[in-house]
């Protein structure tokens, strides 16, 4: 296909918009029929990495030493570390890691996985035990009263977690109630759907496949297009 120069992928000081016409896969050291997409980190600005692992059957790859956070995206894949039974991981299912548990993710078919790293800052020196969940079956919570737009929180809310990561579900037409400037930062991976990403004085078409970073402080708003 003739891209003839053109993309939807921005890079600029306060935020990357990465489209998958763009992605270049390379493998990460210690994987194993598996490539990843990096996505952020420190090389562009960002403060923790993401990535996206993309593993044949019985591919495989070594989490780092910071804590992870691990998401599939589809496929089927096991988790194993070592002070914990191996946890089978399907779509939806996500497992977070405090630092240096030496875990390896090993793919059972096929899988897409989604992964968050980032230096773990101890609050009060206390550092939680590796957790497991569904996204499927985390309750959704209404933005600001808004039942259009739904949250569910994948980690418990404390601060010894030293990062969330939530996912936003809206109805189309959907939007969020203002737009937001804040210290923190975000990854952002679009799961469904399409709509309209405000990003500082740019204004981007989104959809499915996208990965967004938001720098501190960058002007952020979405809203939903399509049914
Ligand atoms: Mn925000």
Redesign the pocket.
Known sequence: MQHLGHTRSSYQRDHLLHTPDTFVRAPLPGMRNATAIVHAGPAMGAGFTQYTVELERDGSFPLGKAQSFVYVIDGVVNCAENKCAENRLSAGHYAWLPPDRAAHITAAEPARVAVIEKPHSAWNGVVPGPITGDERSTPAKPMLGDEAVEVRTLLPDDPAFDCAVNTMTFQPGATLPMV?I?I?E?GLLMLEGAGIYRLGEHWYPVKAGDFIW?APYCP?WFGALGK
């Open positions: 937001e804040h923190m975000h938001m952020q």
